[in-house]
């Protein structure tokens, strides 16, 4: 079944061991958020740190294994479209908002969109780590370190596969940056395979 996140909103769902999460772009140039929680155990978490350090590189693609905080793996990407993600940047937030772009009355943001998904679970907003972000397109100069994000790869209809190596709660968002997004904010569908 299809489901739609609507433009700056997030959702959480479970996910179970074996099933497949397919994320698409249906419109293009859109990030998604991705959380994972160990359904059993949500002190067991999706982790940036391990999987970079494992992977010995920032770009994941089909085939790369996505750790959680106790070097599990979590879930495995295993159908790429896009070809490039980003696990360096925390989810976006009020603060972003605030800080990056000088606005007064900040949207929550994805951080706020995940936290509202997610507390049904149990899951308060201090556990939310760095999100793996699907269709984020951010560069890295190899001279000075500087991070720029740039518009997304993705087009309409890209998408990416994640299989999922334990049972999982998962929170998923439609990202509200302007500038992760090339400056428009649509919608990202998911589909649950078994």
Known sequence: MLHRIEPRSGVAFTLKR??????????GEQVADLLAFNADDVDEVISSGRTLDYASRIFLTTGDPLYSNRSNV?????EDRVGRHDF??????????????GDEHPHRGCFGNLAAALAPFGIGPDRIPIAFNVFMNVTVDGAT????????RSRAGDYTVFAAEMDLIIGLTACSALQSNNYAFKPIHYEILD
Do not use: H, N, W
């Open 18 to 27: 074996g099933q497949r999460l397919k994320v698409s772009d249906p419109e």
């Open 88 to 101: 360096l940047l925390t989810p976006c937030s009020a603060d972003t908002f605030r800080i990056i772009y």
């Open 74 to 78: 979590m879930l495995r990407l295993e």
């Open 145 to 152: 370190g500087e991070l720029k994000v740039e518009p997304p």
